[in-house]
Each structure stands twice: as C-alpha cells, then as structure tokens.
C-alpha cells in the first residue's frame, strides 16, 4: 500500500516537472511582440499585463479598455464586470491600474470590424493606479516669469510709442 502511495507521489511530481508550470502560469507576452508576430499568434490564448488608460467604454455587458505595456498599447474586449473592477485609469494626472488579462488575440477580429485585439477571459488588477505628482522644474518657472516680465516691458514701449504719434 506505501509502495502505491509512493509511486503516485512520484508520477505526479514527475507529470508537475513535465507540465513545467505551464498550467499554472501563463508567459506575459509584451504587446509589440503580439503585433510583430500577429499571424502567428492569430487565435492564440496570451496573457499580457499593462496600464489601463482613457476609459472603460461600455458596450451592452462587455466593455473596451485600452491597456498600454510601454511597448505598444492594444483594446481588451471584457465583460462588464471586469471593467468595472478597474478603478484608475492612466492619463495625464494618473497612473492608471496594472492589469493582467488573459484571453484570445486576434490580429483581426471580425467581430469588431477587423481591429487588433484580445477577447479576455480573466482580467486581474495587479497594482492599483494612482494620482501622478506633478512637479514643475524651477527653471521653467523662471525663465517663464523672465518672459511674462519681458513681454510687459515690450508691451509698455510699444504703447508708449503709439501715444507719441
């Protein structure tokens, strides 16, 4: 009985190191590498991470969001729910939420009128977004109060040569 019990210890870990984590965890594919290798990966499941930026625009009970991975940026068509899950999202004054989203690519989907995109099966917020602190640099502070001051100079000349006509 310990002999069997042994054995299936041993196959399950022998099957585990074959598999090579391959159901566990899906490979990150960066999106230019989805749009350089479009053909190939056509009707693929990938899994890609990325800033959720713009807005969620809703669509009936799924959505669109655009992500952006520093490498390109591609629309992730979700359900609704999904989307909602996302609180931030990436513009001029914010970080918007990290996603993860596995799902199905395609170079050119006839559904949504032959656009790139990934149809996603799970959507994971990663990282939360959050507001960018912006800082203006003391020189452009400077050399912009320089400039208002002379504008008003040549402003003030200008006009007192047009009161002396």
């Not at 002999?3 to 299936?8: F, R, S, T």
């Not at 053909?39 to 693929?44: I, V």
């Not at 899950?85 to 001029?92: E, K, M």
Request: hydrophobic content about 50%; overall charge negative; some cysteine.
């Amino acid at each position: 009985m310990l002999d069997k019990i042994i054995k299936l210890l041993m196959l399950t870990v022998s099957l585990l190191f074959c598999l090579n984590g391959s159901v566990f965890a899906a490979d990150v594919i960066e999106l230019n590498q989805l749009v350089e290798n479009a053909e190939a990966m056509d009707g693929q499941t990938v899994t890609v991470t990325g800033e959720a930026i713009g807005e969620a625009m809703e669509r009936g009970d799924h959505a669109w969001v655009n992500i952006n991975d520093g490498t390109n940026a591609m629309g992730i068509w979700m359900p609704l729910d999904d989307a909602e899950s996302i609180r931030v999202f990436g513009d001029y004054k914010h970080h918007g939420d990290q996603l993860q989203a596995t799902g199905v690519f395609n170079r050119a989907c006839a559904q949504h009128g032959g656009d790139v995109d990934i149809h996603s099966d799970s959507i994971t917020v990663v990282t939360a977004g959050y507001a960018a602190a912006e800082a203006v640099p003391t020189l452009k502070i400077i050399f912009g109060l320089v400039l208002v001051c002379l504008a008003s100079a040549l402003g003030m000349i200008y006009l007192n040569v047009i009161k002396k006509k």
